[in-house]
């Protein structure tokens, strides 16, 4: 059974910086994409950013030239850098990840960005 799990969320001021993490484990197949997913409350789940196992990035509007993600494929564990953090950033964030075979999903992280 894969399983990810999420670390670095919390409290942090606007224009501040978060770090979130996720490692994947127990895949029998090589992690293909990986993603960091955000549901605000009262929203809908909006994807954050995506890479590939080759380190082919995408990124919503939203969080561009702001967010960074980046992956150690040896980890199996995908880094999402946040940077000038806005109240409208705040979510729970979650990692997502597929092996070919399946997609996977972690527990969630809660980033609140508020002075």
């Known amino acids: 059974q894969v399983q990810l799990v999420e670390f670095g969320g919390g409290l942090v001021q606007p224009g501040g910086s978060l770090r979130l993490s996720c490692a994947a484990s127990?895949?029998?197949?090589?992690?293909?994409?990986m993603a960091w997913y955000r549901r605000a409350p009262g929203k809908e789940r909006e994807l954050v950013a995506t890479i590939t196992s080759g380190s082919r990035t995408n990124y919503a509007d939203s969080v561009k030239g702001r967010f960074v993600i980046s992956r150690d494929n040896a980890k199996n564990t995908v880094y999402l850098q946040m940077n000038t953090l806005k109240p409208e950033d705040t979510a729970v964030y979650y990692c997502w990840a597929l092996n070919g075979v399946a997609v996977y999903w972690g527990q969630g992280t809660q980033v609140t960005v508020s002075s």
């Open positions: 127990g895949s029998r197949f090589n992690i293909n994409t």
